[in-house]
C-alpha cells in the first residue's frame, strides 16, 4: 500500500499571473476556488481537489508563474 503524503500541491496549469489567494489557514472543500489566475487566454481558477486546510501558498498575488509552479499546497 502506497501511503498519502499528508498534503495537495496545487500548481499552475500555464504561465499566468495571480490575482487572487485564498488566506492560509482556511478550511476548503473539493471544488472551492483557491487561487484566480490571469493567463494570456482567460481568467484562470485553481480550485481544492480534497477536504483540507490551506497550509500556505507559495507565490504572491501580481506575481508571474510558470506552468507547474505550485501555487497554494493544502493540508488533509
Known sequence: MIPLPPFRLITAPSDAR??????????????????TLEAPRGELRLVAPVHGRVGGTLASIRQTVTSGDGVVWIER
Open 18 to 35: 495571480i490575482t487572487a489567494l485564498v488566506d492560509a489557514g482556511a478550511t476548503v472543500a473539493p471544488g472551492d476556488v483557491v487561487a
